[in-house]
C-alpha cells in the first residue's frame, strides 16, 4: 500500500477526509503524540487500525472529537434530562461540562458510557469509550470534514515509542496505512491523561494533572492503583487501566533506570565493554520519545534514564513513560 503524505491544506484535508469516510485510514497531528484515524463508527476500520499496529484488540481506542455537541453521537450521559431525576448521572453530565470548558480542546481523554451505536471493536469491547477533543487545527478540520469522528490510536507499531512527529508515524507505519496528514511535531509529547469519569480516577497520567482536574470540578482525583504497580505478564491478567498489560514505548536498546549521580560512572563502565551508550539526566515530556527513536537510529545499545523527583504531577506522568520504555529495570 502506498502512504500518501497530506500537506495541511484545505485540499489535502479534504482528500484525507474522504479517505476516512470511505474506511481508509489516515494518521493526524495532534498536541500530545499523533493518533492513527479510523472512522469510530465503522467496525472494519477499527480492524484495520489494529492491523496495521499490531495492537491486541482489546485494547480500546480513543474517539477524537471537534465540538461538545459531538458527544451526543458517543455517550448516553448526553442524553440524561434534569427532570427525569437521575441523580448520578445529572452530576457526572455536569462534571463533563467543566472539564469540557477547562480542558477541550486539550491532553484529557474522559472515559464515558457508551452509546450502542459505537462499536465494541473501537471500544476493546467496553461499554465505555473514551472521548477527547485534540488541539490541532488541521485535525479538528479533518474530523469536521470527514463527517464521522475519529477513532485514533497513537500511531506507532505497537511497543515502539510513540510517534512525536510525522516522520516517526511513516518510519513505523509507512506502506501499512493509506496517509499521514503531515502537520507540527507534537508540543506536549506524550499521550493525554485518561480521567474515569465515574470514579474520577486517572487510569493513565498525562500533562492534565489531577490537581488541574480538581481544581476545575472540585471533586477529589485519585491515581487508579495500578499505576504504583509493574504491570503483570499474566495473559489472564484483566487491569482497570487496559493499556497496563503490554508491553509499551520500548526502544530496540537496552534501557536502564539509575540514579543521577552514578550515571556517568555507568556510561564509562559500558562504553569501557565497547557498548554504544545514549543516557537522558531529565528526562522531558516533549523530547522523551523523540530520543527513544533518535538513540536507536544511532544504533545505541544501551540507554540510561536518571528518574525525576518524586511528589510531583507531572514528573509522575513523565516518570510512567520512563518506567514502561525501561521495562521496570531500574539499578539501584
Ligand atoms: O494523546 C492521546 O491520547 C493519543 C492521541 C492520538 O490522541 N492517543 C492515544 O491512544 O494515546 P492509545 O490508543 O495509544 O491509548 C488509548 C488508551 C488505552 O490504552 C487505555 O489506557 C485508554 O486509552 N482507554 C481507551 N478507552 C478506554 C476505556 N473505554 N476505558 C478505559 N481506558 C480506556
Ligand atoms: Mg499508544
Given at each position: 500500500m502506498k502512504t500518501v503524505i497530506y500537506k495541511t491544506t484545505e485540499e489535502d484535508i479534504e482528500k484525507a477526509a474522504a479517505v476516512i469516510a470511505k474506511g481508509g485510514l489516515v494518521a493526524f497531528p495532534t498536541e500530545t503524540v499523533y493518533g492513527l484515524g479510523a472512522d469510530a463508527f465503522d467496525k472494519e476500520a477499527a480492524?484495520?487500525?489494529y492491523a496495521a499496529k499490531g495492537r491486541p484488540s482489546d485494547n480500546p481506542l480513543i474517539v477524537h472529537i471537534a465540538k461538545f455537541e459531538d458527544l451526543k453521537r458517543l455517550t448516553t450521559l448526553m442524553d440524561v434530562k434534569a427532570h427525569e431525576g437521575a441523580e448520578g448521572?445529572?452530576?457526572e453530565m455536569l462534571t463533563l461540562?467543566?472539564?469540557?470548558?477547562?480542558f477541550w480542546p486539550g491532553p484529557l481523554t474522559v472515559v464515558l458510557p457508551k452509546k450502542k451505536e459505537v462499536p465494541k471493536e473501537t471500544t476493546g469491547g467496553l461499554d465505555t469509550v473514551a472521548v477527547r477533543m485534540p488541539a490541532s487545527e488541521p485535525t479538528l478540520r479533518l474530523i469536521r470534514t470527514s463527517?464521522?469522528?475519529l477513532a485514533g490510536p497513537s500511531a506507532n507499531l505497537s511497543g515502539h515509542p510513540?510517534?512525536?512527529c510525522w516522520q516517526h508515524v511513516e518510519e513505523d507505519l509507512g506502506g501499512r496505512i493509506d496517509g499521514i496528514i503531515a502537520g507540527d511535531p507534537c508540543e506536549g509529547g506524550i499521550e493525554s491523561t485518561v480521567l474515569d469519569l465515574r470514579t474520577m480516577t486517572i487510569l493513565r497520567p498525562g500533562l492534565t494533572t489531577p490537581e488541574m482536574i480538581a481544581a476545575v470540578t472540585g471533586e477529589a482525583v485519585s491515581y487508579d492503583r495500578t499505576l504504583f504497580e509493574k504491570p503483570s505478564e499474566d495473559p489472564d491478567f484483566h487491569p482497570m487501566a487496559p493499556g497496563q498489560k503490554y508491553r509499551h514505548?520500548?526502544?530496540k536498546a537496552e534501557m536502564r533506570i539509575v540514579?543521577?549521580?552514578k550515571l556517568m560512572e555507568r556510561v564509562k563502565e559500558e562504553e569501557a565493554k565497547g557498548r554504544k551508550v545514549r543516557y537522558i539526566l531529565h528526562p522531558e515530556a516533549r523530547t522523551f520519545f523523540a530520543k527513544l527513536r533518535e538513540f536507536d537510529g544511532?544504533?545505541?545499545?544501551?540507554?540510561f534514564a536518571a528518574p525525576l523527583p518524586e511528589g510531583d504531577s507531572l514528573s509522575f506522568s513523565v516518570m510512567n513513560r520512563v518506567l514502561k520504555s525501561a521495562g521496570y529495570n531500574i539499578e539501584e
Amino acid at each position: 500500500m502506498k502512504t500518501v503524505i497530506y500537506k495541511t491544506t484545505e485540499e489535502d484535508i479534504e482528500k484525507a477526509a474522504a479517505v476516512i469516510a470511505k474506511g481508509g485510514l489516515v494518521a493526524f497531528p495532534t498536541e500530545t503524540v499523533y493518533g492513527l484515524g479510523a472512522d469510530a463508527f465503522d467496525k472494519e476500520a477499527a480492524k484495520k487500525a489494529y492491523a496495521a499496529k499490531g495492537r491486541p484488540s482489546d485494547n480500546p481506542l480513543i474517539v477524537h472529537i471537534a465540538k461538545f455537541e459531538d458527544l451526543k453521537r458517543l455517550t448516553t450521559l448526553m442524553d440524561v434530562k434534569a427532570h427525569e431525576g437521575a441523580e448520578g448521572e445529572l452530576g457526572e453530565m455536569l462534571t463533563l461540562t467543566k472539564l469540557a470548558d477547562a480542558f477541550w480542546p486539550g491532553p484529557l481523554t474522559v472515559v464515558l458510557p457508551k452509546k450502542k451505536e459505537v462499536p465494541k471493536e473501537t471500544t476493546g469491547g467496553l461499554d465505555t469509550v473514551a472521548v477527547r477533543m485534540p488541539a490541532s487545527e488541521p485535525t479538528l478540520r479533518l474530523i469536521r470534514t470527514s463527517g464521522t469522528l475519529l477513532a485514533g490510536p497513537s500511531a506507532n507499531l505497537s511497543g515502539h515509542p510513540s510517534p512525536t512527529c510525522w516522520q516517526h508515524v511513516e518510519e513505523d507505519l509507512g506502506g501499512r496505512i493509506d496517509g499521514i496528514i503531515a502537520g507540527d511535531p507534537c508540543e506536549g509529547g506524550i499521550e493525554s491523561t485518561v480521567l474515569d469519569l465515574r470514579t474520577m480516577t486517572i487510569l493513565r497520567p498525562g500533562l492534565t494533572t489531577p490537581e488541574m482536574i480538581a481544581a476545575v470540578t472540585g471533586e477529589a482525583v485519585s491515581y487508579d492503583r495500578t499505576l504504583f504497580e509493574k504491570p503483570s505478564e499474566d495473559p489472564d491478567f484483566h487491569p482497570m487501566a487496559p493499556g497496563q498489560k503490554y508491553r509499551h514505548y520500548a526502544p530496540k536498546a537496552e534501557m536502564r533506570i539509575v540514579p543521577a549521580e552514578k550515571l556517568m560512572e555507568r556510561v564509562k563502565e559500558e562504553e569501557a565493554k565497547g557498548r554504544k551508550v545514549r543516557y537522558i539526566l531529565h528526562p522531558e515530556a516533549r523530547t522523551f520519545f523523540a530520543k527513544l527513536r533518535e538513540f536507536d537510529g544511532e544504533g545505541a545499545d544501551i540507554i540510561f534514564a536518571a528518574p525525576l523527583p518524586e511528589g510531583d504531577s507531572l514528573s509522575f506522568s513523565v516518570m510512567n513513560r520512563v518506567l514502561k520504555s525501561a521495562g521496570y529495570n531500574i539499578e539501584e
